[in-house]
C-alpha cells in the first residue's frame, strides 16, 4: 500500500491557451487544432484517475520576482490561488494541494541532498494552471490535488538537466515510500521552442524540438547532458523551460512506452508540444 507514479505528461503553457479558453476561443480556427492535439490525453487522463498531479512549472515573476529566486520550490499548502498577472485571476478553480505528500516529498527531497525550498503560500500561473486546463478541460473543481514543484529557468543560472533528471529519479523514490495507496501524475511544462523577445522574438526550430522530444523518450541520460547554451542558442531564450521536462522524465522508469505525443505551430509566439508518457 505505497503511491505510485503512474505516468507522466510534458506540456508546453502558453497563457494564451489559457485565455482562449477562459474567452470561449476555444472553437476558433486558431485555436481548434491546438484543443484537438489534447483530446486524446484528456481521455487517459480521465481513465487513469489519478489522486495526485505533481506539476513542475516555472513561476514568471508571479509569486516570485527578483527579490527571491528559488532554484526548486515545492508547494506544501492546502490551497493555491490562480495569480493575477495583469488581467486578473485566470477564472479557474481554485488548486487543492496535498500538505500530507508535499511534507513527505519536501522531508525526503532535503535527505536526498536536493535542497527544496519549502513554500506554504504561493498564487499559481500559467505555467501550471494552462497545462491544467488543457489535461481537465473547464471543470468547476479540479478532479485531483495538484503539488506545485517551482523551478527557477527564469534567472541565469537554471539548474542542469542532469540536475532536473536525477530530482525527477529522487522524487521517484519519495513518492514510493509515502505509505499511502496513492496514484501520482507527474507534469513537466513549459517549452517547446520559444523566444518572447528581442530580434529573435518568434523562433521556431522544429528539428531541435522533434530530437528533444525523441531524446526525451528514448534517451534521456544523453539529453541531459545537453547544456543550457544549447537550448537557448537552438531553442530561444525560453526554450530552456524544456529542462523542466526532464523531471518528469526522471521519474518514470528508464524504458516508457510514448501513448502519445503531439507538436503544433503556432500557438502565440511559441511551438506546443506534448508528450503522454506510461512506464513500459
Ligand atoms: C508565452 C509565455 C510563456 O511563459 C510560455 O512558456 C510560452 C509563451 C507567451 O507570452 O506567449
Ligand atoms: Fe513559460
Not at 156 to 175: D, F, H, K, M, Q
Request: charged residues 20%; proline residues 8%; negative net charge.
Amino acid at each position: 500500500m505505497m503511491a505510485r507514479i503512474i505516468g507522466g505528461v510534458a506540456t508546453s503553457h502558453v497563457p494564451a491557451i489559457g485565455a482562449a479558453l477562459d474567452n470561449g476561443k476555444a472553437d476558433d480556427p486558431y485555436w481548434r487544432p491546438v484543443f484537438a492535439g489534447y483530446e486524446a490525453s484528456k481521455r487517459w487522463i480521465a481513465e487513469q484517475k489519478p489522486d495526485v498531479c505533481i506539476v513542475v512549472f516555472n513561476d514568471h515573476a508571479s509569486a516570485f520576482s527578483l527579490e527571491l529566486i528559488p532554484t526548486f520550490a515545492i508547494g506544501c499548502a492546502d490551497t493555491f490561488e490562480p495569480a493575477d498577472e495583469g488581467w486578473g485571476p485566470r477564472p479557474v478553480p481554485s488548486v487543492s494541494g496535498h500538505p500530507e505528500l508535499a511534507w513527505h516529498l519536501a522531508e525526503q527531497l532535503i535527505l536526498d541532498e536536493f535542497d527544496m525550498t519549502i513554500v506554504n503560500r504561493m498564487d499559481v500561473d500559467h505555467g501550471l494552471t494552462v497545462p491544467l486546463s488543457l489535461l481537465f478541460g473547464q471543470p468547476s473543481e479540479w478532479p485531483c490535488r495538484v503539488i506545485p514543484l517551482a523551478v527557477n529557468v527564469v534567472q541565469y543560472p537554471p539548474p542542469t538537466g542532469r540536475r532536473c533528471l536525477n530530482l525527477g529519479r529522487a522524487i521517484r523514490r519519495a513518492v514510493e515510500a509515502f505509505p499511502e495507496d496513492l496514484k501520482v501524475v507527474v507534469f513537466g511544462t513549459g517549452g517547446m521552442s520559444h523566444q518572447l523577445q528581442g530580434p529573435r522574438a518568434g523562433l521556431i526550430n522544429r528539428d531541435f524540438d522533434t530530437a528533444f522530444l525523441d531524446r526525451l523518450v528514448a534517451d534521456p541520460d544523453g539529453q541531459a547532458a545537453v547544456p543550457h547554451i544549447d537550448y537557448v542558442r537552438e531553442a530561444g531564450s525560453e526554450g530552456i523551460e524544456l529542462v523542466m521536462w526532464l523531471v518528469m522524465r526522471g521519474a518514470l522508469d528508464a524504458r516508457v512506452r510514448e501513448a502519445h505525443r503531439f507538436y503544433h505551430v503556432p500557438a502565440s509566439n511559441t511551438a506546443v508540444g506534448h508528450l503522454v508518457l506510461e512506464n513500459a
